[in-house]
């Protein structure tokens, strides 16, 4: 994809050391009309981190929510993460969504531009969390696309 005229920021956001109200509360601050979840299974040990009382929640504050699942990060390359390798993770994530994932990052990127949205997973830091993976490509993918981590 080439350059755009128009300018889109993409936010990105992790729900460690969140509460579900404070999640909500700093999606709200920051004007976040979508959030698309974008871990491979929508679910969680923590309270209000699971796919239906996150989106119960969100609708009652009226934010929409998405989950992406094509673009969450397999056991493969999580396990890097997780030990951390954080830059061999990248990697081996980064092969994966280049390599058949691309169009869900343009479908992403697509809802970025028409809402203001925010991309979620669990970790806190986003350069230790494949989101920065995502928002790297959706940026390398169009120009247009500025990344704001919350």
């Given at each position: 994809?080439?350059?755009r005229?128009q300018?889109?920021?993409?936010?990105?956001?992790?729900?460690?050391?969140?509460?579900?109200?404070?999640?909500?509360?700093?999606?709200?601050?920051?004007?976040?009309?979508r959030?698309?979840?974008?871990?491979?299974?929508?679910?969680?040990?923590?309270?209000?981190?699971?796919?239906?009382?996150l989106?119960?929640?969100?609708?009652?504050?009226?934010?929409h929510?998405?989950?992406?699942?094509?673009?969450?990060?397999?056991?493969?390359?999580?396990?890097?993460?997780?030990?951390?390798?954080?830059?061999?993770?990248?990697?081996?994530?980064?092969?994966?969504?280049?390599?058949?994932?691309?169009?869900?990052?343009?479908?992403?990127?697509?809802?970025?531009?028409?809402?203001?949205?925010?991309?979620?997973?669990?970790?806190?830091?986003?350069?230790?969390?494949?989101?920065?993976?995502?928002?790297?490509?959706?940026a390398?993918?169009?120009?247009?696309?500025?990344?704001?981590?919350?």
């Amino acid at each position: 994809m080439g350059a755009r005229s128009q300018d889109v920021v993409l936010y990105t956001i992790g729900y460690e050391g969140h509460s579900l109200s404070s999640l909500v509360r700093t999606l709200k601050d920051n004007n976040i009309e979508r959030l698309v979840d974008v871990r491979l299974r929508p679910h969680s040990r923590q309270k209000g981190m699971s796919l239906m009382s996150l989106f119960e929640r969100l609708r009652k504050a009226g934010i929409h929510y998405d989950h992406l699942g094509e673009l969450g990060n397999p056991v493969s390359s999580r396990s890097l993460f997780f030990a951390g390798e954080i830059d061999k993770g990248r990697r081996a994530y980064r092969r994966i969504i280049t390599n058949g994932k691309a169009s869900s990052v343009d479908t992403l990127v697509g809802l970025a531009r028409a809402q203001r949205t925010a991309i979620m997973c669990r970790e806190g830091n986003a350069e230790d969390c494949h989101r920065w993976v995502i928002a790297e490509v959706a940026a390398e993918r169009d120009q247009g696309v500025m990344v704001k981590h919350l």
